[in-house]
T-cell receptor
Framework: GQNIDQPTEMTATEGAIVQINCTYQ??????LFWYQQHAGEAPTFLSY??LDGLEEKGRFSSFLSRSKGYSYLLLKELQMKDSASYLC??????????WGAGTKLIIKP | DAMVIQNPRYQVTQFGKPVTLSCSQT?????MYWYQQKSSQAPKLLFH???????NEADTPDNFQSRRPNTSFCFLDIRSPGLGDAAMYLC?????????????FGAGTRLSVL
């Protein structure tokens, strides 16, 4: 079966750095997305990786290793508004988007 | 701004009373999706349309149906809601299918079943 694993919950301090990991086992791979979802709201697109390496977008970076079936989302200079769930999603070989359950990130002052 | 709009934001219905959720988009995207998301769970794809071609996921209950009368609008009908259907329902769009493409989401409709 297809599976995406993320930690259920993480806690970090305002101003710090946090890394949210995602491992996947899917039928093929065509790309990986990270979405942010605030409580009770819709997911919003954050980043996209298709090749190995690091993609940087301001305070957020996403890393991919296809050989390890592994990605992480790195958030720097954490702000209280970064408190949200972060969902990892993988496009499989049939171009179906497989979603993880998300990691709830709690930011403390 | 181009966007995906869902109405209503909150819907309360009674057990077994049919309910319809709506979604509209101004992005002119070809593909529209309906997802069900329960608390702390991954979004679960119910249906998607490529233009007017309807695609039903294998494990979507018969209680759920969908209509896409034109490019801009899509509806989710729940014929006889049960307590287990209480969830957030998310509509999303993308430009095309069969390719890696960003999905843009509406704000969602939170359905409560009494």
């Amino acid at each position: 079966g297809q599976n995406i694993d993320q930690p259920t919950e993480m806690t970090a301090t305002e101003g710090a750095i946090v890394q949210i990991n995602c491992t996947y086992q899917t039928s093929g791979f065509n790309g990986l997305f990270w979405y942010q979802q605030h409580a009770g709201e819709a997911p919003t697109f954050l980043s996209y990786n298709v090749l190995d390496g690091l993609e940087e977008k301001g305070r957020f970076s996403s890393f991919l290793s296809r050989s390890k079936g592994y990605s992480y989302l790195l958030l720097k200079e954490l702000q209280m508004k970064d408190s949200a769930s972060y969902l990892c999603a993988v496009w499989d070989s049939n171009y179906q988007l497989i979603w993880g359950a998300g990691t709830k990130l709690i930011i403390k002052p | 701004d181009a966007m995906v709009i869902q109405n209503p934001r909150y819907q309360v219905t009674q057990f077994g009373k049919p309910v319809t959720l709506s979604c509209s988009q101004t992005l002119n995207h070809n593909v529209m999706y309906w997802y069900q998301q329960k608390s702390s769970q991954a979004p679960k794809l119910l249906f998607h349309y490529y233009d007017k071609d309807f695609n039903n996921e294998a494990d979507t209950p018969d209680n759920f149906q969908s209509r896409r009368p034109n490019t801009s609008f899509c509806f989710l009908d729940i014929r006889s809601p049960g307590l287990g259907d209480a969830a957030m329902y998310l509509c999303a769009t993308s430009r095309d299918q069969g390719t890696v493409d960003i999905q843009y989401f509406g704000a969602g409709t939170r359905l409560s079943v009494l």
